[in-house]
């Protein structure tokens, strides 16, 4: 069955540390990958999305994310967190079929120490 | 741009009444979808179109919930009646299929049944 996994439901850093999100997705073919984030009160905003080429991709607000296939991950990184990223983030899948829909993880919230 | 628009942005409506949410979506967008947000059972997909036809509405939770999309800028999902069960936040997205998978989510409608 198509999946997605966000095995954390809750992540602390502290101000200026480095970041990493993981998901993992169950799918027998490349799919298409992407990243949002939701503020609370807020509807969901794209992040960042990997269709193919390069497997690092960049996306709004100094976030990367790496599709690695041999691990089925697709792993949000930032290098330096600010209070503002604090927020709730879903990984979500698609291209499976020809429906266009996407299968949206559990999400991980964000928490930031000052 | 204007991005999608739905409205209203809250809703508090007593159990048994018939709650009406609207959803624009992006100009020239072709695919619409309807999502449920809750803390338990997180982001589900109720029902999508393309080109106007409800495509998929497996993910509709029972015959209370309805949906329609007369036409291209304009969709609304309807609640008869509703129940306390369906407080939740209801999110629309659009996309332009054939061209992108990512999808736009407008703000939500926070619903409260009491």
């Known amino acids: 069955a198509q999946s997605v996994t966000q095995p954390d439901i809750h992540i602390t850093v502290s101000e200026g540390a480095s970041l990493e999100l993981r998901c993992n997705y169950s799918?027998?073919?490349?799919?298409?990958l992407f990243w949002y984030v939701q503020s609370p009160g807020q509807g969901l905003q794209l992040l960042l999305k990997?269709?193919?080429?390069?497997?690092l991709v960049q996306g709004i607000k100094g976030f990367e994310a790496e599709f690695k296939r041999s691990q089925s991950s697709f792993n949000l990184r930032k290098p330096s967190v600010h209070w503002s990223d604090a927020a709730e983030y879903f990984c979500?899948?698609?291209?499976?079929?020809?429906?266009?829909?996407?299968?949206f993880g559990s999400g991980t919230r964000l928490l930031v120490r000052p | 741009d204007a991005g999608v628009i739905q409205s209203p942005r809250h809703e508090v409506t007593e159990m048994g009444q018939e709650v009406t949410l609207r959803c624009k979506p992006i100009?020239?967008?072709?695919?619409l979808f309807w999502y449920r947000q809750t803390m338990m059972r997180g982001l589900e997909l109720l029902i999508y179109?393309?080109?106007?036809?409800?495509?998929?509405d497996s993910g509709m939770p029972e015959d209370r919930f309805s949906a329609k999309m007369p036409n291209a800028s304009f969709s609304t999902l309807k609640i008869q009646p509703s129940e306390p069960r369906d407080s939740a936040v209801y999110f629309c997205?659009?996309?332009?299929?054939?061209?992108?998978?990512?999808?736009?989510f407008g703000p939500g409608t926070r619903l409260t049944v009491t």
């Open positions: 990997y269709f193919s080429g390069d497997t």
């Open positions: 179109f393309n080109n106007n036809v409800p495509i998929d």
């Open positions: 997205a659009s996309n332009l299929r054939g061209k992108t998978y990512e999808q736009y």
């Open positions: 100009s020239g967008h072709n695919s």
């Open positions: 979500a899948v698609g291209g499976m079929d020809s429906s266009y829909k996407l299968i």
């Open positions: 799918y027998g073919a490349t799919p298409y």
